[in-house]
């Protein structure tokens, strides 16, 4: 277990589409989750894709009680999610900041469904099926966006919108 390096935009291989995980209750995959989680921690995420630590499987991780870089946002259960699919229950879109690990020290607005079904597997190959909203929506969604080579700068509307946190959020 390691606390693992993020690769950052510009990273040709953050483009990469990630592959299905095949198997479950495996070595490999829970030392993959362990070094996300770590991961993330260290570095104070909301979230942490598999690919950003440069393993192109389609394995996110989401969820914080209380997190310095969101502090209004809602709590979100700790999840790991598996080969994720995402239905967007209507097409209302919403507007918010967003953040990255692969994009340090930066924040863009970024629309995002507002509601959606998503399902998945955990580690063990448990099916997970929920339906959010809010900001549990939008972590999902830009987490599963790293799945397919997308980082959130990509869907920014109004680049007025986009820069340094501490520009944006200045007192
Ligand atoms: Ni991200």
Request: charged share 30%; with cysteine; net charge negative.
């Amino acid at each position: 277990m390691a606390i693992k390096e993020i690769l950052r935009m510009g990273n040709p291989d953050l483009l990469k589409i990630s592959a299905p995980v095949e198997k479950f209750n495996d070595k490999d995959l829970d030392v993959l989750i362990q070094d996300m989680i770590e991961t993330m921690k260290a570095n104070d995420g909301a979230g942490l894709a598999a690919p950003q630590i440069g393993i192109f499987k389609r394995v996110v991780i989401f969820g914080f009680e209380s997190n310095d870089r969101y502090p209004d946002a809602e709590e979100v259960p700790f999840t790991v999610l598996i080969n994720p699919i995402i239905k967007p229950k209507g097409q209302k879109k919403v507007n918010d900041w967003e953040g990255c690990l692969s994009v340090p020290g930066l924040r863009g607005v970024v629309p995002r469904y507002d509601s959606i079904y998503y399902e998945g597997y955990d580690e063990q190959g448990t099916k997970i099926e929920r339906d959010v909203d809010g900001f549990h929506a939008r972590v999902v969604q830009h987490e599963c966006d790293h799945l397919d080579g997308i980082l959130y700068p990509m869907m920014i509307e109004d680049f007025r919108y986009f820069g340094f946190h501490d520009e944006i959020f200045k007192e």
